[in-house]
């Protein structure tokens, strides 16, 4: 009998070792952002740092509602509002503050929570994908990447996470209903859902098309595929009727963040700029990270994966690359992307124990760090 994806990755002690590294990550980052904010002067606390930049806006959506149209400065000009950020993640805040939380204790317990998900999600999708080690690896090498600082902020990064990750564990294994499931939920979680729901619809071609479902069953992947490509359209085109304008959400994303697609040209830019004559070493880390994490996919896409996280991973970073906005926030847009980390995974999983041990922790304790670094010193927004 074929064992159960529970049963390959170690049943619940596999699932607890997955969530144990999850916490470890998370009390070495706290130590970090403590350690560092006792040397600043700022006066922020642990929990203003974890709520900052994005966890306001967020907060604002869940406690005050999505406005009835665009926001307007004393100028006249477009500004921003909470009409940008994807409705899941305020959901669950106001579900929590609705029983008695203060909106930011909310907002951090729900991205908690989150990221506990998103760990055993991930060892869930690492043991399918591969086996058991390389799970926990995968679980280790993400939560303890640069920026996974955010999985311990109120930012919706580790919701998303755990949402795609599940997805495509679900879709490697034809769950397909959780799959659908988990990618409608991706879809409202993050605009990036989009490159997920069409993965899941690789995933449904393939399943038909090799003949892995019987007659009776092919529409379970093909409904899945489109509950979850349902998602994004769908809340852009709310924002549409509710504001009156058909590109409502990409006027609001261009005005508050100067977020618009265009090909890439202002990374190449970034890049070039930065790499022949950039000032300070944190735009000259992030361009590192960039060229960094183009290679590994590149290396990735080489060894062959399995086809829907491969066209996830190559959606993903067309949205994060081809994109302008602030570079700094790249390397946190990054972080769920999971193509990037698959080389390092394969190589940890394949390696000695105090091999993989001993280079997952100097990866963790530079990731951690520097997550920290960006919050506390960094003065811009992720």
């Not at 618009?260 to 790499?275: E, K």
Request: aromatic residues 12%; neutral net charge; proline residues 5%.
């Amino acid at each position: 009998m074929t064992p159960s994806l529970f049963e390959r990755a170690g049943a619940w002690r596999g699932l607890g070792i997955a969530a144990l590294l999850l916490v470890l990550t998370r009390a070495v980052q706290i130590v970090m952002l403590l350690w560092l904010s006792a040397y600043s002067d700022d006066g922020q606390s642990l929990r203003q740092y974890l709520l900052e930049w994005d966890g306001g806006w967020f907060i604002r959506a869940a406690t005050d509602g999505y406005p009835q149209g665009y926001t307007f400065a004393a100028s006249g000009a477009l500004e921003a509002n909470e009409l940008a950020f994807f409705p899941v993640y305020p959901m669950l805040i106001r579900g929590l503050t609705a029983l008695g939380a203060d909106p930011g204790t909310a907002a951090i317990a729900v991205a908690w929570t989150a990221s506990l998900g998103a760990a055993i999600a991930l060892h869930l999708l690492g043991t399918s994908l591969y086996d058991r080690r390389a799970g926990w690896a995968l679980v280790a090498i993400c939560c303890s990447a640069p920026v996974s600082v955010v999985l311990s902020m109120a930012y919706s990064e580790g919701l998303f996470l755990a949402f795609v990750a599940g997805m495509l564990a679900a879709a490697h294994r034809r769950v397909w209903w959780a799959a659908g499931l988990l990618g409608l939920l991706a879809s409202l979680t993050r605009p990036t859902g989009a490159a997920a729901a069409v993965a899941l619809a690789v995933a449904a071609a393939l399943a038909v098309k090799n003949r892995e479902e019987d007659r009776e069953g092919t529409w379970k992947p093909i409904a899945a595929a489109l509950v979850a490509l349902a998602g994004v359209p769908a809340y852009l085109g709310w924002v549409a009727l509710r504001v009156g304008d058909l590109d409502a959400w990409f006027r609001i994303q261009a005005a508050g963040w100067g977020t618009a697609f265009d090909a890439g040209a202002s990374t190449l830019s970034f890049l070039v700029t930065t790499l022949s004559e950039g000032d300070g070493w944190v735009p000259m880390s992030v361009a590192l990270i960039l060229l960094a994490a183009v290679a590994a996919a590149w290396i990735a896409l080489a060894g062959r994966p399995w086809p829907p996280l491969a066209v996830y991973g190559v959606l993903a970073m067309i949205l994060v690359y081809g994109q302008a906005g602030f570079y700094h926030s790249k390397p946190r847009l990054l972080l769920p992307v999971l193509l990037t980390l698959m080389p390092a995974v394969v190589a940890a999983a394949r390696a000695r124990p105090r091999v993989a041990v001993l280079s997952i922790t100097a990866w963790a304790l530079f990731g951690l760090w520097y997550g920290a670094y960006l919050v506390v010193v960094w003065p811009y927004t992720l």
